[in-house]
C-alpha cells in the first residue's frame, strides 16, 4: 500500500467516502452486531485485510472474540484471551507485527498463527471513556510492513467504533437503569396496592392522586376525579386534622393526628394518619404522602380501660374515706393528739396522695421527685431540698416509697431535723438502669441541735426495713447522727438482699 503522500486522489477519495460511510453506520446502529461489520467492513476497505477481528473483555476481565471474518473455531479456541492489554489500561498503542516469526512469542502461539496462514498481524485498541475495552485485528498472508498512513486509517477506525462502543454502553446502562426504576416502581406500587395498611398521595392542593385498594374499598371510591376526602371527615374533627397537616407542611416535618371519617357505609371510623409533606428541589410543597390506620377497636378499649380506671379510682378514694370514717368512730372517744390516732390518719394520708398520683396516670407509673414532694407537705424546696433524676415507679413501688417517706417525715418532725426552725431534709437519688444498684435514695437530715438515737426501734423503722426489702429488694440503712438521721435505701434488681 501507498504512503500518505503518495495518495491519488481517486484514493483518497475513496477513503473518505469509506471513513463517513462508516460514521453514518456506527451513528444508525441499533445494535452491537451493527457496529461490529460496520468495522470488518471498513478494515477490509480500508486497510485491504479480507480477515480480521473484533475482542472485547468480559466482565471477567478476559479478551473475548464478539466477531470475525475468515478464522477457523479452531484458531479462535486457541488463542481466545490473548492481548497485549489488560482492562483499564490508558494510552495504549497500536501494536503491528511485519513476520510473526521474528517475534518473541511462545513457539504453540507462533505455530497456531501460521498454521491458519497468517504471517503478518496488527493489534489495534479500543477505547472507550479513555480505558481499552477491546481490540480489532488484522491478519495478512504474507509479510508486510505496516506504512503510517495505515497505522493513521487504523486509529481512525478504532476511534470511531471506540465511541460507538461507549454510546451502546451509556445506553445499555441507562436502558438498564430506566428497567430497574420501573421494575421498583411496578414492585412499590404493587406493595402499596396489596399493603395492609391505607395509603394514599395527595397533590399540593389536598387533592387524592392515589388511594390503595384497602382506602378505595374503605371510602367506596374508585374515580379521584370527583372524590373529596375531606367530605368525608367528621365536622367535629375537621380543624383538628387540618392543622395537624398544616403544622407539617409548615415546618417540613412529619404529622400525627387522628379523626373520625365516614365508611363507604356510613359509619364513623376513627383512623389514625401519618403523613409527610413532599418538597421539590426548589423547595416548593408538592403535596403529602401517607397511611391511614383504623384504630376504633384500640379507641374504644382504650375509653373502657380509661373508664374501669375512672371507676376504680372512685371506689378507692370512697374505700379510703370509709376507712377514715370508721376510724374517726374509732378514735372518737381519744383526744386527737394522741400520737396512734395522728400516726394512722397521716399513714391513710400518705397512702391516698400516692394513689392520687397514680390515678393521675392511669395507674401506669408516678415520678418520684412527685412522691417526694407530696410526702413532706409543702416543705419542699424551703426546709426539704429534693433532687434526682426523672425516674418513674411502679404502682406498688410508689405506694411503697410514699409510706416509707411519709414515716421519716414523720419522724423528723417529732424527733429529727424538722422539730427546730433551723433543721433541713435532702431527698436526693441516683439512678441507673442499667446496674443492678438501679436506686440508691438518701434522706439526709442536718439541725443545729443534737439529735439523740432512739433506745429502741420503732414501728416506722421497721416498716420500713421491711417494706422496701420486700417491694424493691432493698437494702436499708439508717445512722443516726448527732446532727440528724442519714437513711440511705439501695435498691437491686433479682433476689431480694440479705
Known amino acids: 500500500m501507498l504512503g500518505a503522500a503518495e495518495l491519488s486522489p481517486t484514493q483518497e477519495s475513496r477513503e473518505t467516502a469509506t471513513l463517513l460511510q462508516l460514521t453514518d453506520r456506527l451513528y444508525r446502529s441499533e445494535r452491537l452486531e451493527d457496529v461490529y461489520q460496520a468495522a470488518l467492513d471498513a478494515i477490509r476497505e480500508l486497510l485491504g485485510c479480507e480477515r480480521s477481528s473484533i475482542l472485547l473483555f468480559d466482565q471477567d476481565g478476559a479478551m473475548r472474540f464478539v466477531a470475525w471474518r475468515g478464522l477457523s473455531e479452531a484458531y479462535r479456541a486457541a488463542v481466545d484471551g490473548h492481548t497485549p492489554w489488560r482492562p483499564g489500561d490508558r494510552d495504549a498503542e497500536p501494536i503491528f507485527v511485519q513476520n510473526i516469526e521474528g517475534t518473541a512469542e511462545p ?134 386534622i387540618a392543622s395537624g397537616m398544616t403544622a407539617a407542611r409548615q415546618s417540613k416535618t412529619g404529622a400525627r393526628v387522628k379523626g373520625r371519617y365516614k365508611r363507604h357505609d356510613g359509619q364513623y371510623r376513627v383512623l389514625e394518619t401519618t403523613a409527610k409533606p413532599q418538597f421539590g428541589a426548589d423547595g416548593r410543597y408538592e403535596g403529602m404522602i401517607g397511611v391511614n390506620v383504623d384504630v376504633t377497636e384500640r379507641e374504644e378499649a382504650d375509653a373502657r380501660k380509661q373508664l374501669m380506671i375512672n371507676e376504680l379510682n372512685h371506689r378507692v378514694k370512697n374505700t379510703l374515706a370509709v376507712v377514715q370514717s370508721v376510724a374517726r368512730q374509732t378514735f372518737k372517744t381519744l ?151 442519714l437513711c440511705t435505701i439501695v435498691a437491686h434488681r433479682g433476689a431480694a438482699a440479705v
Open 107 to 240: 513457539e504453540w502461539l507462533k505455530r497456531t498463527i501460521k498454521n491458519e496462514g497468517i504471517v503478518a498481524l496488527g493489534f489495534v485498541p479500543l477505547m472507550a471513556n479513555g480505558e481499552v475495552v477491546g481490540k480489532f485485528m488484522t491478519y495478512l498472508p504474507h509479510i508486510h510492513e505496516f506504512s503510517p498512513h495505515q497505522c493513521d486509517l487504523a486509529v481512525s477506525i478504532a476511534r470511531q467504533v471506540g465511541f460507538s462502543l461507549e454510546r451502546h454502553r451509556a445506553e445499555r446502562a441507562r436502558s438498564l437503569a430506566e428497567q430497574q426504576v420501573r421494575e421498583s416502581d411496578d414492585r412499590f406500587r404493587q406493595m402499596a396496592e396489596d399493603a395492609p395498611i391505607m395509603i394514599w398521595v395527595a397533590d399540593s392542593q389536598g387533592r387524592c392522586l392515589h388511594l390503595n385498594q384497602m382506602l378505595r374499598e374503605f371510602w367506596g371510591v374508585y374515580d379521584l376525579e370527583s372524590f373529596d376526602w375531606s367530605e368525608t371527615m367528621h365536622p367535629e374533627d375537621r380543624e383538628q
Open 335 to 485: 383526744p386527737t393528739s394522741r400520737p396512734e390516732v395522728s400516726a394512722f390518719e397521716g399513714r391513710l394520708s400518705a397512702l391516698a396522695q400516692a394513689h392520687n398520683l397514680l390515678a393521675a396516670t392511669s395507674w401506669q407509673s408516678a415520678s418520684l421527685a412527685d412522691i417526694a414532694r407530696k410526702c413532706v407537705n409543702g416543705d419542699a424546696g424551703a426546709r426539704v431540698r429534693v433532687a434526682g433524676p426523672s425516674v418513674y415507679l411502679k404502682p406498688k413501688e410508689a405506694v411503697t416509697t410514699a409510706m416509707a417517706l411519709h414515716e421519716l417525715y414523720t419522724n423528723a418532725l417529732k424527733h429529727g431535723a424538722l422539730r427546730t426552725a433551723d433543721g433541713t431534709i435532702d431527698i436526693t437519688w441516683e439512678s441507673d438502669d442499667a446496674a443492678d444498684q438501679w436506686l440508691k435514695l438518701r434522706w439526709d437530715e442536718q439541725c443545729q441541735g443534737a439529735v439523740e438515737k432512739p433506745s429502741r426501734r420503732g414501728f416506722g423503722s421497721r416498716m420500713i426495713e421491711s417494706a422496701m426489702k420486700a417491694e424493691f429488694h432493698a437494702d436499708v440503712q439508717m445512722e443516726f447522727r448527732p446532727r440528724g438521721l
